[in-house]
């Protein structure tokens, strides 16, 4: 039982009996100043103001068919929810979106502004009117990104339906490339088969030399595919030797409210015959109703790119190889772990992009921020060779939940002297362990490792090596 969102739950059952009286309040302030001589010209009101904002900004998730409880889009419905919507958006959990202010800016960024903020405080403030649909005010667009074309789509090979004895069922598919060619995959984006329980795609490569290795893995658990947690290895499963750990590279992730990407600067990965992706699922149970779902990704290709890219998994081999050197000790709640390098230096450059070549360096276009779920804070900065220091992308509140990757709005060039630095704050604590949701009886001290109760520490680093150029 996940004792999270029973206390979640709790919480917001709270807030909805408080926000209940709070909106009956309301609503009779409404109509009193509407008998009082009807709107004011300059009224802040659902229809002339507030619906583009939620349009835009949360009912991609917030609709009756979709992830979040309550929808968005529904004056009459949502209204009890005034207060943990207030509550929410000025804690500014809502819309989720990671990354503080205090990196580079971002594409695709789905935060409120403080106008925004402020417009829907007044709003509220004065009672929450609903207007005159006549009224209605031209809708926003916010950069979700999109492909601009499909080239192949792969889908789960049946429908799966998630079990609810978990509240979140995370599982891993094989698909297999359904190509004879090579080819790169230049765009990505998701399509969740069922909008109710799917949280999260997330999609990753394997080389020729591995496909029977994960073809098998299909036989692990009952039922389609197979549980895996953090990563697109099986939780049920451990290698026989070195030889056969799973080598995966990362190719894209979706959730609510992306539309795509297509990779920058006419940039993609290669995809051998005979390769496969696995597709993992991060399924929500919580919704009422039929869950069971067929999920696909949809990627544009290119035969002829212009650059080669690789996510670049960032993180300290030695964490990999000697667990306990990522110590995270029982019961403290600031435990960091850094790890800087050249990128030629990185683990990943050794043994997933042999075939780059790093040695003018590299543009970094994204990341992919990986921890479990006792990770706090998550930080990546730039380390020029003459010694600056720039931070590049600072999570302060992490949530495993809510992971998704961030594009850059402008590469940034790496020289083959700069470093990339990688720090993950943890939480060792009985306080985080309630919120994630991964209940313990005892602590105990954790350290790397893929499965639920290990801790992990990597940017997925999307970069363009400058020496093709
Ligand atoms: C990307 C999908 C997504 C978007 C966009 C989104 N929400 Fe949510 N929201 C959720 C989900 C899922 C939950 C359930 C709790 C969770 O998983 O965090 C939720 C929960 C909530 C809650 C319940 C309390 C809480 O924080 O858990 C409120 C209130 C809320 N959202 C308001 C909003 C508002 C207002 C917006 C837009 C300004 C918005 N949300 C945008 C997905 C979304």
């Known amino acids: 039982m996940n004792h999270h969102k029973v206390f979640i739950f709790l919480i917001a059952l709270i807030l909805l ?9 309301q609503l009779s302030e409404t109509s009193e100043s509407e008998s009082l001589g009807g709107q004011a010209e300059d009224q802040i009101t659902y229809y002339s103001h507030i619906k583009p904002i939620f349009d835009a900004y949360c009912v991609d998730c917030h609709n009756t068919d979709g992830i979040a409880p309550f929808p968005l889009d529904e004056y009459s419905v949502f209204l009890p929810y005034l207060d943990p919507i207030m509550h929410s958006i000025n804690q500014k959990t809502m819309p989720p979106w990671g990354a503080s202010d205090s990196g580079v800016p971002f594409k695709y960024d789905q935060r409120l502004t403080d106008t925004q903020l402020a417009l829907i405080t007044q709003w509220v403030d004065e009672g929450a009117v609903e207007g005159a649909p006549e009224s209605e005010a031209p809708a926003l667009t916010l950069d979700k990104g999109g492909l601009d ?90 290698p026989d030797s070195l030889a056969d750990t799973l080598v995966y590279s990362f190719v894209g992730q979706w959730a609510p409210g992306q539309d795509g990407t297509v990779f920058p600067q006419r940039s993609g990965q290669q995809v051998k015959a005979g390769s496969r992706i696995i597709l993992q699922v991060h399924y929500s149970t919580v919704a009422e109703g039929d869950l069971s779902d067929q999920s696909s990704i949809q990627l544009m290709l290119d035969k002829d790119i ?92 992490y949530d495993f939940n809510w992971q998704r990757e961030y594009h850059l709005q402008e590469p940034i060039l790496i020289r083959p002297d700069d470093q990339l630095e990688l720090e993950c704050v943890w939480d060792n604590t009985m306080e985080q362990r309630l919120k994630s949701g991964l209940m313990v009886e005892e602590l105990f001290d954790v350290s790397w490792g893929d499965g639920t109760y290990d801790e992990m520490c990597i940017g997925m680093m999307y970069l363009t090596p400058v020496a093709q150029e």
Not at 17 to 25: A, T
Not at 201 to 225: N, R, S, W, Y
């Open 306 to 397: 212009e650059r080669e890219s690789i996510y670049l998994p960032w993180f300290n081999l030695a964490w990999y190889l000697q667990p306990d050197s990522m110590l995270i000790p029982a019961g403290q709640d600031q435990v960091s772990h850094i790890f800087s390098g050249k990128l030629s230096e990185s683990a990943g450059a050794r043994y997933l992009a042999g075939h780059l070549d790093f040695s003018e360096g590299a543009y970094l276009h994204a990341i992919f921020p990986h921890m479990h779920t006792l990770g706090r804070q998550f930080t990546v900065r730039h380390l020029s060779s003459e010694g600056q220091i720039t931070p590049i992308l600072h999570i302060p509140e």
């Open 17 to 25: 009996l408080l926000g209940c009286s709070e909106s009956n309040r």
């Open 149 to 238: 074309r499909v080239d192949i789509t792969l889908s789960l090979p049946t429908v799966y339906t998630p079990t609810r004895d978990r509240l979140d069922d995370y599982r891993c598919f094989v698909l297999p490339w359904p190509l004879e060619e090579e080819n790169n995959i230049i765009g990505f984006s998701g399509v969740p088969g069922n909008a109710k329980s799917v949280h999260h795609l997330v999609a990753f490569k394997i080389e020729p030399d591995q496909a029977e290795l994960v073809d098998g893995f299909e036989e692990i658990d009952d039922g389609p595919g197979y549980t895996c947690f953090g990563d697109a290895n099986p939780s049920n499963w451990e």
